[in-house]
């Protein structure tokens, strides 16, 4: 059984970091991209960032480039989210995906992900 376990989310001040972890199992973890994905309050689920299985290839969304980064490390079956330089606007909640197995890309569209995890929630105060 497939299981993706999100941690690392909290509240946090406005300019403060967390790093998100998400813990894989029940899978060959190095052979999918990973995501990670974000819904807020009344809004639809949308992209945060993505890797390829290798993770020498990044997929970063707009609105938090410059401020976030995503990495794994395959040998503990795992995928991160560095978030720096947090604003209100990044509060929700955090869902890591694992998206097609064996591609080579790292998948900005929802739909193309086939395991998720229960989402942890960040909360950034102003």
């Known amino acids: 059984q497939v299981q993706l376990v999100e941690s690392g989310g909290g509240l946090v001040e406005a300019g403060g970091s967390l790093r998100l972890s998400c813990a894989a199992s029940?899978?060959?973890?190095?052979?999918?991209?990973m995501g990670w994905f974000r819904q807020a309050p009344g809004k639809e689920r949308e992209f945060v960032a993505a890797?390829?299985?290798?993770?020498?290839?990044?997929n970063i969304a707009d609105s938090v480039k410059g401020r976030f980064t995503i990495s794994r490390d395959n040998a503990k079956n795992a995928v991160y989210l560095q978030m720096n330089s947090l604003k209100p606007e990044d509060t929700a909640v955090y869902y890591c995906?694992?998206?097609?197995?064996?591609?080579?890309?790292?998948?900005?569209?929802?739909?193309?992900?086939?395991?998720w995890g229960q989402g942890t929630q960040v909360t950034v105060s102003s």
């Open positions: 995906a694992a998206g097609p197995q064996y591609s080579d890309y790292a998948p900005r569209v929802e739909s193309e992900y086939v395991y």
């Open positions: 029940g899978l060959t973890f190095s052979r999918y991209p």
């Open positions: 890797i390829t299985r290798s993770g020498r290839i990044t």
